[in-house]
């Protein structure tokens, strides 16, 4: 603990010294778009870059072995990526080995080689801010982020907002810890959140003196709260700016938004919504037009920032461009379940110098569609050609724009409930169904031959079963209490197409 406070301390130090600097220059939308072609132009050069200082030279990296395993030396890479490209060269490394999977990436999966997470951290970043965040065994998440690579992101930012025809739109958030981040890349545009919401009493001490210690030396918002179970009152708010003005915050509390303007008869057409924790679905967009709202959706990851932005000709209602000026991305079968099915996962790399984490073919979690496709929208013009669309986990469940990861909720459903209630690992089940108006709920199947159970206690305990002290898990765990996210129903598991009853099962709405 003590070593933490110091750490935190030399960096709010650093942070404080650095910030006034950073904010100094704006980032203009024709700077941004001349050095998002500029980046993309020399991909190819740029990763091998990142590879040789980051990857090859350093001792400590954690692919020096895995390319030792497939006989890759700089030398092979550099050849490779001048054959095949370098999608080409990423998906021959895939094939032999060289990819990470989520878990290996958490420091949870340790039986190829022994990774813990902070093995992926950019030996040449000097931090001004950490991310951390629990998890319900093993180490915290911790995501230690320079301003440079703020930087970085604020230029696809700036050329996101341009091709959405949202560069005089004003700001505000709804978000918890994210808040930081987001506020800093938006300030680096020249565009200062004009408020910053917080949805949850429980904010930990340390983001409560860090924000206000933001605002007091670089314009940011001070933080407010306003309960995630009031969504009227950003209804009201809204409209009353009498200005553009874009709200970011989770995509279903955007549709909770709305359904409170229509309720209320308020007109949301000035708001557009930036919704990301989520899928973005059609019933989801339903709900936010009815209001008279838009939504664009970005796709992120703590660990690797923003990754891809909407396209303003969307075929999907998450199509997205991938940031390919800051990243590379393929695709693999992945095994998921019991049922021998596979999902299209991605793998990404990042071409960032500046990047908290050297991600090298690293499974996010997450697979849909990737094409490369010529839509014409700005984004379009920039190089940017590569869209992801339809957008799911298959190692997190994400709702109300929490996110936990499986194999912490596993434990839970597998060793906790079952030791304190009775029954079999198998006769607990999570159940994920998006309801009719957007909102993804969770129930948390109990099976009758249990016998009788308090439904209330059940619930309980699986919320407090994810609340390890000291990290993230616990704001998750009181965000999807406070919404009401989690229902205990007894009946029985439900199996799939195969008879197989997994912990988790989605139903397709």
């Keep these: 603990m003590t070593l933490n406070w110091i750490r935190d301390a030399v960096m709010l130090a650093r942070l404080t010294r650095d910030l006034p600097g950073f904010l100094r220059r704006a980032v203009t939308c024709e700077a941004a778009a001349e050095l998002v072609q500029q980046r993309v132009a020399a991909r190819d050069e740029r990763f091998l870059d990142v590879a040789r200082r980051l990857i090859f030279d350093n001792p400590r990296s954690p692919y020096r072995p895995l390319l030792r395993t497939a006989g890759c030396e700089f030398g092979d890479l550099q050849a490779l990526v001048a054959r095949v490209g370098l999608e080409g060269a990423l998906g021959s490394l895939a094939d032999a080995g060289v990819c990470v999977s989520f878990d290996e990436f958490k420091g949870r999966d340790t039986r190829r080689f022994a990774f813990a997470e902070s093995d992926f951290d950019n030996p040449s970043v000097t931090p001004h801010i950490e991310i951390r965040r629990g998890g319900t065994r093993g180490p915290a998440t911790s995501v230690k982020i320079g301003l440079p690579f703020i930087a970085d992101q604020a230029v696809d930012v700036a050329v996101a907002l341009e091709a959405q025809g949202l560069s005089d739109y004003a700001h505000a958030l709804w978000l918890l810890s994210s808040g930081v981040t987001v506020s800093l890349r938006l300030a680096k545009t020249g565009r200062w959140p004009a408020a910053w919401f917080y949805p949850l009493p429980?904010?930990?001490?340390?983001?409560?003196?860090?924000?206000?210690?933001?605002?007091?030396?670089?314009?940011?918002?001070?933080?407010?709260?306003?309960?995630?179970?009031?969504?009227?009152?950003?209804?009201?708010?809204?409209?009353?700016?009498?200005?553009?003005?874009?709200?970011?915050?989770?995509?279903?509390?955007?549709?909770?938004?709305?359904?409170?303007?229509?309720?209320?008869?308020?007109?949301?057409?000035?708001?557009?919504?930036?919704?990301?924790?989520?899928?973005?679905?059609?019933?989801?967009?339903?709900?936010?037009?009815?209001?008279?709202?838009?939504?664009?959706?970005?796709?992120?990851?703590?660990?690797?920032?923003?990754?891809?932005?909407?396209?303003?000709?969307?075929?999907?209602?998450?199509?997205?461009?991938?940031?390919?000026?800051?990243?590379?991305?393929?695709?693999?079968?992945?095994?998921?379940?019991?049922?021998?099915?596979?999902?299209?996962?991605?793998?990404?790399?990042?071409?960032?110098?500046?990047?908290?984490?050297?991600?090298?073919?690293?499974?996010?979690?997450?697979?849909?569609?990737?094409?490369?496709?010529?839509?014409?929208?700005?984004?379009?013009?920039?190089?940017?050609?590569?869209?992801?669309?339809?957008?799911?986990?298959?190692?997190?469940?994400?709702?109300e724009g929490m996110t936990f990861v499986k194999t912490d909720l596993l434990r839970v459903l597998e060793q906790v409930l079952p030791q304190r209630f009775g029954g079999a690992p198998a006769d607990y089940q999570l159940l994920e169904q998006e309801d009719v108006t957007g909102i993804?709920?969770?129930?948390?199947?109990?099976?009758?031959?249990?016998?009788?159970?308090?439904?209330?206690?059940?619930?309980?305990?699986?919320?407090?079963?994810?609340?390890?002290?000291?990290?993230?898990?616990?704001?998750?765990?009181?965000?999807?209490?406070?919404?009401?996210?989690?229902?205990?129903?007894?009946?029985?598991?439900?199996?799939?197409?195969a008879g197989k009853i997994l912990p988790f099962h989605l139903i397709k709405s």
């Design 202 to 399: 429980s904010l930990t001490t340390k983001l409560k003196v860090g924000s206000r210690w933001l605002a007091s030396i670089g314009r940011l918002p001070v933080p407010r709260y306003l309960d995630l179970r009031e969504p009227e009152r950003l209804a009201r708010w809204l409209p009353e700016q009498n200005r553009n003005i874009c709200l970011t915050c989770y995509a279903s509390s955007a549709v909770r938004i709305c359904r409170a303007a229509v309720e209320q008869k308020l007109s949301l057409e000035r708001v557009n919504f930036w919704t990301f924790g989520e899928p973005m679905t059609e019933a989801k967009l339903a709900v936010i037009h009815q209001a008279g709202a838009r939504a664009t959706v970005p796709y992120g990851l703590t660990e690797a920032g923003l990754v891809a932005f909407a396209c303003a000709q969307p075929s999907a209602p998450d199509d997205m461009h991938l940031f390919r000026d800051a990243f590379a991305m393929i695709q693999r079968p992945r095994a998921v379940g019991e049922t021998g099915a596979t999902v299209p996962a991605f793998l990404l790399t990042g071409l960032l110098e500046t990047a908290p984490k050297i991600l090298l073919n690293v499974e996010p979690g997450d697979h849909g569609t990737l094409t490369t496709r010529r839509c014409g929208c700005p984004l379009d013009q920039l190089g940017l050609t590569e869209h992801i669309s339809y957008v799911r986990s298959y190692e997190k469940l994400s709702s």
């Design 440 to 497: 993804l709920r969770l129930h948390l199947l109990v099976n009758p031959v249990v016998g009788p159970v308090d439904e209330a206690a059940v619930r309980h305990a699986f919320l407090e079963a994810l609340a390890e002290p000291g990290g993230y898990a616990p704001l998750g765990a009181d965000f999807w209490r406070r919404a009401e996210t989690l229902q205990v129903k007894c009946q029985p598991p439900v199996a799939t197409r």
